[in-house]
């Protein structure tokens, strides 16, 4: 099973700044199936991007990917205030798939 | 709109059964694969199991393989979770979500509200 971690586990950021959110896996995620998720209570949780760097459908272009093999990054260029909630990285390469164990961002 | 709703969920004792059904509509539903999530009391996101458009390609997690079967009924719009010999730690609330794509290969676009199910004695 591929193990993804997640850091920071907290984030703590104020309006307008970068938050950079890091997914790392215990082995190789095949053609880079990785998607990120956003959560917050109450909520289903919402489809970011895709396949490492491919934002979804109505994702803000502030939202961005990247990264490969083992190391991939959640980017998020200027925080806005319903950007706060917690993320999750999730592979879909190798099953069975898996879940992070999430970033919550929160304000400063 | 897609929507997908989530229902079955309930209080249950332990060792006991539970299915948990999930209606979509707004799209064409053999059209995609489907999962199911679960989201325990205070904690992360676990994916739980996958079902491609024509049942072919089945997979679940390690928590639920041989207790849990997924299954679905394209003809009535609808994804199940059979979930058998339920334990405490089952307790959680459980999403159904659509694949992007006709087989787990895209990630999960839209999801349900979820459906609650606690497991205590």
């Known amino acids: 099973e591929v193990v993804l971690t997640q850091s920071p586990g907290t984030l703590s950021l104020s309006l307008g700044e970068r938050a950079t959110l890091s997914c790392r896996a215990s082995?190789?995620?095949?053609?880079?199936?990785l998607a990120w998720y956003q959560h917050k209570p109450g909520q289903a949780p919402r489809f970011l991007i895709h396949?490492?760097?491919h934002r979804a459908t109505g994702i803000p272009d502030r939202f961005s990917g990247s990264g490969s093999g083992t190391d991939f990054t959640l980017t998020i260029s200027r925080l806005e205030p319903e950007d706060f909630a917690v993320y999750y990285c999730q592979q879909y390469g190798n099953s069975p798939y898996t879940f992070g164990q999430g970033t919550k961002l929160e304000i400063k | 709109e897609v929507q997908l709703v989530e229902s079955g969920g309930a209080w249950v004792q332990p060792g006991r059964s539970l299915r948990l059904s999930c209606v979509v509509s707004?799209?064409?539903?053999?059209?995609?694969?489907m999962h199911w999530v679960r989201q325990a009391p205070g904690k992360g996101l676990e994916w739980l199991s996958y079902i491609n458009w024509n049942s072919e390609k089945i997979a679940y997690a390690d928590s639920v393989k041989g207790r849990f079967t997924i299954s679905r009924d394209n003809a009535k719009n609808s994804l199940y979770l059979q979930m058998n010999s339920l334990r405490a730690e089952d307790t959680a609330l459980y999403y159904c979500?659509?694949?992007?794509?006709?087989?787990?290969?895209?990630?999960?676009?839209?999801w349900g509200q979820g459906t609650t199910v606690t497991v205590s004695s």
């Open positions: 082995q190789s995620v095949r053609s880079n199936y």
């Open positions: 396949a490492a760097s």
């Open positions: 707004g799209l064409t539903f053999n059209d995609y694969a």
């Open positions: 979500a659509k694949d992007v794509e006709f087989n787990p290969y895209g990630g999960m676009d839209v």
